[in-house]
């Protein structure tokens, strides 16, 4: 049961922490609690037996379940966060060149 606290905190603090703005950030969210939802359904005497009365049987079938859209969904918030990551570079080399110009003016 001590994993089970710590998996959801660790579900937790992710949802509250402040990442990139946009897509970024709701990828990562629903990664987030999708791998939340695959540990919490890869344990025998997990809250959802208890609380839904799933056996562990079905809540194999769901771990599967969550774990392959929790892949794809962290894919996607990887891709996001490194064409953003891009796109700052390129905002950065473009202001780096408008300086170097007006410095060459002046």
């Known amino acids: 049961m001590y994993y089970g606290a710590v998996f959801i905190g660790?579900?937790?603090?992710?949802?509250?922490?402040?990442?990139a703005e946009g897509r970024v950030k709701e990828t990562g969210n629903l990664a987030g609690i999708l791998l939340l939802l695959v540990f919490v359904t890869a344990t025998r005497n997990s809250p959802l037996t208890f609380l839904l009365?799933?056996?562990?049987?079905?809540?194999?079938?769901?771990?599967?379940?969550f774990g392959t859209i929790a892949a794809f969904s962290t894919t996607v918030h990887v891709s996001e966060l490194q064409n953003k990551s891009s796109e700052k570079q390129e905002r950065e080399r473009k202001r780096e060149k408008r300086e170097e110009r007006e410095r060459e003016k002046i």
């Open 10 to 19: 660790m579900g937790l603090s992710h949802l509250t922490a402040a990442h």
């Open 53 to 65: 009365g799933l056996p562990y049987e079905r809540q194999i079938w769901w771990h599967k379940f």
